[in-house]
């Protein structure tokens, strides 16, 4: 990115923090038009209902009732833009499983706590996955029972917050009452007879002084693992899986999640008060590999004389503090100061397995390093009212944020990626490193940090009781790679009280992860050459490293987004509420990892050039252009019946993404190999086709007297996974998904009986060619999973 001088005055002169809220809730439960929103505003008395931008506001009630307790899940349940697949035998990602929105990159959404930034997850994705390439927030980290509200802004953001809010912003309410609290159990299992699941939630609110509170939450909840996998049908081969048997699994991780949060506020005096937050995530994950059969050369028949299922224990935590303090001055100016620290830590250490190259005596299982991303931030906002004669008071905001970003790689044991110099019979070289996941080395780990500091300021005004306007702009200098300048424009005009219009136009930016910049590892891959299928280690390089840079890395930019939407918003009667919002984002110099690149030609040139036993690699690289254009269609109708209540949702988005260009080769790789291709047919059907193109939701909850009935149909749209051929490309056609619950109060106790997918629905299965021989047959980009039906039971006590 170039400097401009200007830009400091140019901003000084803009408007930030226009309202950008949308105005229905996204699923059933309370009316939340009136609900005052924090999210995209800076105005303290705007509702959902006089938002310039979409926003839905997710109550504890509709998350509860999506019946799960994972927040990520619960969220793709109610949004109809949002597509959380579950994607098995992807090593860490089986662990911290990455969600998008509007089809977007999951790193393209910024989630906020009480509107304080929260910090990424550590896990770079770089296996077959959606949202490969990605490192972002692992939303699950936030316990559901700490959670007062969810405000999901769908629309462009980076003029108000900064990076990563190009898709919108996810903000999380803790609760934040004193006198009030619950507790509550819950447990569950699929009708295949596995995956079962517990979950325990209390919070309690305790007054802090005479106006101050304390609010804390704690859960705690366990998950079996669950297994779709099938017996090898293929041709049996000395290196087969038995038939017959299955050895392999595919399914959810086993899990166990512990969380504890905080969420405090006392004034001082009239004009001052103190807040804090905290929270505190463990989580512990088992999830597997691939299956190595007996007759695998990467088998030692000493040890597994049956084989080996490798797997992957990924243990995370989490925390997040802000402290801070708001105060108002005589003028009326108010005051906002806070610093807030995050952190994810994911260690990785691998079970039931061996080092090939170190024989016999290989111990079976490893530590094979660490991941750690730290974040700083301090924030300093202003705002106040300014009388310009207009109907109402003009809300004038600016401030500024200073972040400090930190990646920590660590590396294994010695032993985990070690060549032991032991050669596997009828192969010729060693096959080095820990089965399914190689230790880090110590070449791959690095301590890697940057800065950045922004300077914001906005204008947002209700000109009339019909016409509301607002304008935002940023200026953010990294201390990596530059600086950029962003602005946003929005409007809502109401044309009556039943019908109004709203715009907004803006630019954003991601900047590039410290992961995504440093992030390295090293994995043993077979390819086929002349001599016969031969091992090599092929590398996911950091873009500093020189062989990256010899086959043309470069060091990565921001992407830059242009963001338009325009939406209706409709109140035809009473109760009834639809708001459908059109919209296209650019983004210019997406990121992305390159395909492997492990011709003949470039393994020749890296042996020959210094770089010894590396056979290939893949890079991130800015190299390609897309634009994503959709529609969301939000409706909500509450029918007031003589002794009940019936609330009906409506939910669609429509999405679709297109590549527009593909970055050329750079002339180092193309002197090496002008045949070489960085971006194949493979990771073009993950942008453009791997996330279902639309999305419909139908809910409903019946109240009456202390019954309460929930049904919520949800219709997912095909989805296509594209091969390294035509050939092995499939199409999965659309599918629906029925859940049912039913719940039942008497005095402060809730009982609750459900379930999700009764209809046991299941996606296509993949063609056999893509199954392993049969043994896996479902895709991970199911956007429902391939689980089937689930169980479960709730009881709750609220006070």
Do not use: C
Not at 199 to 227: C, E, I, K, P, Y
């Amino acid at each position: 990115m170039t400097r401009h001088p200007l830009h400091l005055a140019l901003l000084a002169i803009l408007a930030t923090a226009p309202a950008l809220a949308q105005d229905a809730p996204a699923a059933q439960g309370p009316r939340t038009l009136d609900t005052l929103i924090v999210t995209g505003t800076r105005v303290a008395d705007r509702t959902v209902a006089e938002s310039q931008s979409p926003i839905d506001i997710l109550t504890p009630e509709a998350l509860t009732a999506t019946g799960t307790p994972e927040l990520a899940t619960a969220l793709s349940r109610a949004l109809p833009s949002l597509n959380f697949p579950r994607p098995a035998i992807n090593d860490g990602t089986d662990a911290v499983r990455p969600a998008q929105i509007r089809g977007l990159s999951p790193d393209h959404v910024l989630v906020l706590v009480n509107g304080k930034r929260y910090h990424s997850g550590a896990l770079v994705n770089v296996n077959g996955s959606q949202g490969r390439s990605s490192s972002p927030v692992d939303l699950n980290t936030i316990p559901i029972s700490a959670i007062e509200r969810v405000e999901v802004l769908r629309d462009g953001a980076s003029a108000q917050y900064g990076s990563d809010a190009i898709a919108g912003v996810i903000n999380i309410v803790l609760k934040g009452r004193a006198g009030t609290g619950g507790v509550s159990g819950r447990y569950g299992q699929y009708s295949a007879g596995d995956g079962a699941q517990y979950q325990l939630l209390a919070d309690a609110g305790f007054g802090l002084g005479a106006d101050g509170f304390v609010h804390l939450s704690a859960q705690g909840a366990h998950q079996d693992q669950t297994n779709r996998a099938r017996p090898f049908i293929g041709t049996p081969t000395a290196t087969s899986a038995p038939l017959g048997r299955v050895v392999q699994r595919q399914g959810d991780p086993e899990v166990d999640h512990g969380s504890v949060t905080f969420n405090a506020e006392l004034p001082v005096t009239e004009y001052l008060q103190v807040y804090g937050t905290g929270l505190y995530t463990r989580r512990d994950s088992l999830s597997n590999g691939f299956f190595r059969p007996a007759g695998d050369p990467r088998n030692i028949p000493a040890i597994y004389p049956d084989g080996f299922l490798p797997q992957i224990n990924n243990v995370t935590t989490d925390h997040h503090v802000t402290a801070g303090l708001k105060a108002t001055t005589a003028g009326g100016t108010s005051v906002d100061f806070s610093y807030t620290t995050g952190a994810s830590e994911m260690t990785f250490d691998i079970l039931n397995t061996l080092n090939r190259s170190l024989g016999p005596t290989s111990p079976t299982q490893f530590y094979a390093g660490a991941l750690d991303v730290r974040q700083h931030v301090l924030n300093l906002d202003f705002g106040r009212s300014l009388e310009w004669g207009l109907d109402y008071p003009v809300t004038w905001s600016y401030g500024a944020e200073w972040r400090g970003d930190r990646f920590i790689q660590s590396p294994g044991e010695p032993l985990s990626y070690a060549n032991g110099g032991v050669v596997a019979p009828g192969q010729t070289t060693p096959l080095p490193g820990a089965q399914v996941f190689s230790g880090f080395r110590p070449g791959d780990g690095g301590d890697f940090d940057r800065n950045a500091l922004s300077f914001y300021t906005g204008l947002e005004a209700d000109l009339t009781d019909r016409l509301s306007l607002g304008v935002a702009g940023r200026y953010e200098d990294f201390s990596d790679f530059g600086d950029t300048s962003n602005f946003k424009l929005s409007a809502r005009y109401a044309f009556t009280d039943a019908f109004a219009m709203r715009a907004t136009a803006s630019t954003g930016f991601r900047a590039p992860s410290l992961q995504q910049q440093y992030f390295q590892s090293t994995a043993t891959n077979f390819i086929a050459t002349p001599q016969g299928t031969l091992p090599f280690d092929i590398v996911t390089f950091r873009v500093t490293n020189p062989a990256a840079i010899a086959l043309g890395a470069e060091p990565l930019r921001a992407e830059e987004s242009t963001n338009y939407s325009l939406g209706v918003v409709l109140q035809p009667a009473e109760g009834l509420y639809v708001t459908v919002d059109a919209y296209q984002i650019e983004v210019d110099d997406r990121i992305s990892l390159s395909a492997n690149l492990t011709s003949a030609a470039v393994r020749n040139y890296l042996q020959s050039n210094g770089f010894a036993g590396v056979g290939g690699g893949r890079y991130f690289t800015n190299a390609i252009d897309t634009t994503t254009r959709g529609v969301d269609l939000v409706g909500t109708y509450a029918w007031m019946l003589e002794n009940s209540r019936l609330d009906l949702t409506l939910g669609y988005n429509y999405n679709k993404t297109t590549i527009d260009r593909v970055a050329d080769n750079p002339a180092t790789l193309s002197a090496i190999d002008p045949a070489a291709v960085r971006f194949d047919r493979v990771e073009r059907g993950r942008f453009e086709v791997g996330a279902p193109r639309d999305k419909l939701l139908l809910g409903g909850t019946w109240n009456v007297g202390a019954v309460e009935a929930t049904v919520n149909a949800t219709r997912y749209g095909e989805f296509t996974v594209r091969g390294s051929t035509a050939a092995l490309d499939q199409t999965f056609d659309a599918a629906w998904t029925l859940d049912l619950a039913f719940a039942y109060s008497l005095d402060r106790w809730t009982f609750t009986v459900g379930g999700d997918n009764v209809l046991d629905q299941y996606p296509d299965e993949v063609l056999f060619a893509n199954s392993t021989g049969g043994q896996l047959p479902w895709s991970g980009s199911s956007p429902f999973g391939f689980n089937g039906a689930f169980v479960y039971g709730n009881v709750a006590y609220r006070w």
